[in-house]
């Protein structure tokens, strides 16, 4: 059997692409995703990993494609898992169904669940590793693969300021800084997002809801965890703790760390403010991204985008690399990184 080399690379893409409907909803799982290929690289089926406790990428691939599977290639973003947990080895899964080979990007770091491999080649699997390997880890396994690494979940750090770097006029108001295409965006990451950080200031004095919501103003299917930093009580009227739009926690801690501590079911979390948390975590050294959205208004005063009242002279500054510009509507997305972090994805 064999599959032209160019329909696996296909089959790959297509795998990743499958893996994005996982994010925002495999948590604290990896968000993967795997496709099935019969001889002629015809693709038979697809899937993408379920809720904590559901079926992984195989299995739901596998189970779409029925006796097909029987001789055919599976193609998955990360490595066939070789543990049980909530669910079976999803190694098994694959040598239950009879495929003939397996096509894998990302190695699993994770020593409970390695050695997939190992275990389809022991039942006479042909297995392929590391196609497409970079697209993979940048794609949505990054945030699984980032906590993997170093213990905690990826943050992104997320703010709409004016040319000037305001986010709000003197009077306070800042409805709206940027366009609709831009808010629509934010809102679309919402839906892939674990959790969303906000201090308790901002609560108090915006009320903000922190949902994910569709065009037409209803709420998407999945929803972020949405939580509050400080020890300021929220009022159980508060946009932030309705129930209706999914969960939310308050962390009484004014450190960046007791906060991605209490969030150990996360592994993309993003910090949306206010200016002195976002400042926090930049002290703290936990920001790995920025996306800045910057509308071509320009103020003059106002509250800053970001407050780091410790830092005093430049060399003092937090340097990041800028690894993306786009034109949203009118306004435009700047994506910063460190180095912890691959410029693509």
């Known amino acids: 059997m064999t599959v032209d080399p160019d329909r696996l690379a296909a089959a790959m893409r297509l795998a990743i692409d499958e893996s994005a409907g996982a994010l925002g909803l495999s948590r604290p799982n990896p968000s993967v995703g795997a496709v099935i290929l019969a001889d002629d690289g015809t693709v038979i089926a697809r899937g993408h990993t379920q809720a904590a406790g559901g079926p992984h990428a195989e299995v739901m691939a596998l189970r779409a494609a029925?006796?097909?599977?029987?001789?055919?290639?599976?193609?998955v973003t990360l490595e066939p898992c070789n543990h049980t947990g909530r669910t079976g080895p999803c190694a098994q899964a694959l040598i239950d169904a009879g495929v003939a080979r397996v096509v894998y990007a990302v190695g699993d770091p994770n020593p409970t669940a390695s050695g997939g491999a190992d275990r389809l080649r022991d039942a006479g699997i042909e297995v392929i590793a590391g196609l497409g390997e970079r697209d993979a880890m940048s794609g949505p396994l990054r945030g699984w693969l980032f906590r993997q690494r170093h213990g905690r979940p990826l943050v992104t750090a997320k703010l709409a300021a004016t040319l000037d770097g305001r986010i709000a006029a003197p009077d306070g108001t800042?409805?709206?800084?940027?366009g609709p295409e831009a808010r629509a965006r934010v809102h679309r990451q919402r839906a892939r997002l674990d959790a969303i950080i906000v201090g308790t200031g901002t609560v108090v004095r915006d009320d903000p809801a922190l949902t994910a919501r569709l065009p037409d103003g209803s709420l998407a299917e999945r929803q972020p965890i949405r939580v509050a930093m400080g020890h300021r009580d929220i009022h159980s009227d508060a946009r932030i703790a309705s129930s209706a739009a999914g969960e939310f926690r308050q962390v009484r801690s004014h450190d960046p760390a007791d906060v991605l501590a209490a969030l150990s079911d996360t592994t993309w979390v993003l910090v949306e403010g206010g200016p002195r948390i976002i400042g926090a975590f930049l002290d703290a050294g936990l920001v790995d991204e920025i996306e800045?959205?910057?509308?071509p208004t320009v103020l003059g005063a106002g509250r800053s985008a970001i407050e780091r009242p410790a830092v005093t002279t430049l060399s003092e500054g937090s340097r990041l690399r800028?690894?993306?510009v786009e034109t949203i509507g009118d306004d435009a997305l700047l994506i910063s990184r460190s180095d912890r972090l691959p410029d693509r994805g």
Do not use: E, H, K, M
């Not at 800045?292 to 509308?295: F, G, M, N, Q």
């Open 174 to 178: 800042s409805q709206w800084i940027t």
């Open 292 to 295: 800045a959205y910057v509308a």
């Open 66 to 75: 029925g006796p097909a599977a029987r001789g055919a290639t599976a193609v």
């Open 322 to 324: 800028l690894v993306s």
